[in-house]
């Protein structure tokens, strides 16, 4: 598969892609509809264009003035990639977009990871693959994907064996990177703290007022 990097992501959507982001795997947009009407022939029009383009159809959510898209691309592991296929196929969607009068919304959009410490992954992921997707094969490299996206992935941070009690779950929310400033200072008017910013912006991790830690991710200073 011919995988493209963070890098080369992020210098696309510089250079005419600005309705998407790259969030953890995925490449997402949301766009506004300004009637139900024109959002349910957009999402029509897309799957129909990437039948096309012989891409599978995106994941897409429709909803109440609005549609998701999120693209990617899955290798014979079950990995999730960008490809320059999927760079391709954005671009026909935000040409979809525009003809069905939707408007980009690029700082919305937001994906939520689990992360789980564990000294091995390997023991611990099939468990929760079978669990969360019914099948406890559903683990790639140190990450559970459900096929249908019912659920948020759940990746594995490598850590030393310990004792417990101590946190050992925490979200990643990813955001668009001109998102993430606010997002985190909104955080902190609401009580909680930064713990550490030294990798930002790539990622922040943050504190509620009961020490419970979220890391606040996005693409810029990646790979």
């Given at each position: 598969?011919?995988?493209?990097?963070?890098?080369?992501?992020?210098?696309?959507?510089?250079?005419?892609?600005?309705?998407?982001?790259?969030?953890?795997?995925?490449?997402?947009?949301?766009?506004?509809?300004?009637?139900?009407g024109a959002g349910a022939a957009f999402v029509g029009a897309v799957a129909q264009a990437s039948i096309v383009a012989g891409h599978d159809v995106p994941d897409i959510r429709l909803g109440p003035g609005l549609v998701d898209v999120s693209l990617y691309s899955v290798d014979e592991t079950g990995a999730r990639w960008i490809t320059p296929k999927d760079l391709e196929l954005a671009r026909v969607i935000s040409g979809l977009?525009?003809?069905?009068?939707?408007?980009?919304?690029?700082?919305?959009?937001?994906?939520?990871?689990?992360?789980?410490?564990?000294?091995?992954?390997?023991?611990?992921?099939?468990?929760?693959?079978?669990?969360?997707?019914?099948?406890?094969?559903?683990?790639?490299?140190?990450?559970?994907?459900?096929?249908?996206?019912?659920?948020?992935?759940?990746?594995?941070?490598?850590?030393?064996?310990?004792?417990?009690?101590?946190?050992?779950?925490?979200?990643?929310?990813?955001?668009?990177?001109?998102?993430?400033?606010?997002?985190?200072?909104?955080?902190?008017?609401?009580?909680?703290?930064?713990?550490?910013?030294?990798?930002?912006?790539?990622?922040?991790?943050?504190?509620?007022?009961?020490?419970?830690?979220?890391?606040?991710?996005?693409?810029?200073?990646?790979?």
């Amino acid at each position: 598969m011919d995988k493209v990097s963070s890098r080369e992501i992020l210098e696309s959507i510089a250079h005419g892609l600005n309705d998407w982001r790259k969030l953890a795997q995925p490449l997402a947009a949301r766009y506004r509809a300004a009637d139900r009407g024109a959002g349910a022939a957009f999402v029509g029009a897309v799957a129909q264009a990437s039948i096309v383009a012989g891409h599978d159809v995106p994941d897409i959510r429709l909803g109440p003035g609005l549609v998701d898209v999120s693209l990617y691309s899955v290798d014979e592991t079950g990995a999730r990639w960008i490809t320059p296929k999927d760079l391709e196929l954005a671009r026909v969607i935000s040409g979809l977009a525009r003809e069905h009068g939707l408007t980009a919304a690029p700082d919305e959009v937001t994906q939520l990871e689990i992360a789980l410490d564990t000294a091995d992954d390997t023991a611990a992921g099939p468990f929760w693959a079978a669990l969360l997707t019914g099948d406890a094969d559903n683990t790639v490299y140190d990450t559970v994907f459900d096929p249908t996206n019912r659920v948020p992935s759940v990746w594995f941070q490598r850590t030393d064996a310990h004792e417990t009690p101590r946190q050992r779950w925490h979200m990643d929310l990813w955001l668009a990177p001109e998102a993430a400033r606010t997002r985190i200072r909104a955080a902190v008017a609401a009580g909680g703290t930064v713990v550490d910013d030294s990798h930002s912006p790539s990622y922040t991790v943050l504190a509620d007022m009961e020490g419970n830690r979220v890391c606040v991710c996005t693409a810029a200073e990646r790979d």
